[in-house]
């Protein structure tokens, strides 16, 4: 695809109810990143992934979150029993390799509503 | 671990008018990369420049330029001849070049850009 897409766009959950956000990263990027981006707030780095690994979880908020990618492309960040703090946006961005020199390129973001 | 501070919560200009956002960060590194992000309503954050800190001369691109001051860690984006597509959401965010925390970007709060026709 021309850049990277997330799926659904816009999300409304109840509390409790778990919840799953895709991410389509670029074709052959390798590295892949989350962030939550609260309202009114910067961007927060949840975890990356280089090829199908995650070398660094430290940013994920809880136990309820995990993350996982599969193949080298497909993201899927899961949130477990969710409250109302996790309301934000998560966005999905991916770069050619992690190194600091490549570009990270986002996608549109998922909006989460926890009700 | 490294902050980055954006001081004006919103900032408006007129159309044709020059604006400049503010950015400030700390880190105890040497080398590193700082960026300039515009997120429209769409949501979809865009690079608008972007400046490594090896480099003395300021980056420029077409209409925006930036400030940097490696000594007082500054970093202003400077907008010149606005423009109505320029309203925006602008971030400033910083990435180390070496070590193991250089593959995330850790981003201020966000400047509200209004551009006034």
């Known amino acids: 695809g021309a850049g990277v897409s997330q799926s659904p766009s816009n999300k409304v959950t109840e509390k409790g109810k778990d919840v799953e956000l895709r991410c389509d990263p670029i074709s052959g990027h390798t590295a892949l990143y989350w962030y939550r981006q609260r309202l009114g707030q910067g961007l927060e780095f949840l975890i990356y992934?280089?090829?199908?690994?995650?070398?660094?979880k430290s940013g994920l908020p809880s136990d309820r979150f995990s993350a996982e990618r599969t193949g080298e492309s497909v993201s899927t960040l899961t949130i477990q029993r969710t409250q109302q703090e996790d309301s934000a946006v998560y966005l999905c961005a991916s770069s050619l390799a992690w190194s600091s020199y490549n570009e990270q390129f986002f996608g549109p973001g998922t909006r989460l509503t926890v009700l | 671990a490294q902050t980055v501070t954006q001081s004006q919560p919103e900032m408006s200009v007129q159309e044709a008018e020059t604006v400049t956002l503010s950015c400030t960060y700390d880190t105890s590194e040497s080398d590193y990369y700082l960026f300039w992000y515009k997120q429209p309503p769409s949501r979809q954050m865009i690079l608008v420049i972007r400046?490594?800190?090896?480099?003395?001369q300021n980056a420029t691109e077409n209409r925006f330029s930036v400030n940097f001051q490696k000594a007082a860690k500054s970093f202003s984006l400077k907008i010149s001849d606005s423009q109505l597509g320029d309203a925006a959401m602008y971030f400033c965010?910083?990435?180390?070049?070496?070590?193991?925390?250089?593959?995330?970007?850790?981003f201020g709060k966000g400047t509200l850009l209004t551009v006034n026709p």
């Open positions: 992934f280089q090829g199908n690994s995650a070398p660094d």
């Open positions: 400046q490594e800190a090896y480099k003395q």
């Open positions: 965010a910083y990435r180390s070049s070496s070590g193991g925390s250089n593959y995330k970007l850790t």
